[in-house]
């Protein structure tokens, strides 16, 4: 059984950074395909980062150059670095995971952390 527990997000202003963690219990293991999800108020969830097959990574269009997805196995961690924060993405992040890449490329991974709320103000 996967845990996934992310930190405290935060509010910043906009052009503001924060990074999220992502602590994986037992531990991170390559099996599985790691991901960032969002979901704002009225709005979708949506996907924001992903690892791919092969360790390589994906981004909404919307974060693109601005986010990074990162992790670190000796720390069990999955990272994602937030940099020239947008009023529009304020939302409830939440880190998932699942063994099956398509599930995540579909937004059904098995595994959810609690969700974390970060908050841009102009």
């Known amino acids: 059984q996967v845990q996934l527990t992310e930190s405290a997000g935060g509010s910043v202003q906009a052009g503001g950074s924060l990074r999220l963690s992502c602590t994986v219990s037992?531990?991170?293991?390559?099996?599985?395909?790691m991901a960032w999800f969002r979901q704002a108020p009225g709005k979708e969830r949506e996907a924001v980062a992903a690892?791919?097959?092969?360790?390589?990574?994906t981004y909404a269009d919307s974060v693109k150059g601005r986010f990074t997805i990162s992790k670190d196995n000796t720390k069990n961690t999955v990272y994602l670095q937030m940099n020239n924060l947008k009023p529009e993405d304020t939302a409830v992040y939440y880190c998932?995971?699942?063994?099956?890449?398509?599930?995540?490329?579909?937004?059904?991974?098995?595994?959810w952390g609690q969700g974390t709320q970060v908050t841009v103000s102009s």
């Open positions: 037992p531990f991170l293991d390559d099996n599985y395909f």
């Open positions: 998932a995971a699942d063994r099956e890449v398509w599930k995540v490329v579909q937004g059904i991974p098995d595994y």
């Open positions: 690892f791919e097959r092969g360790g390589s990574t």
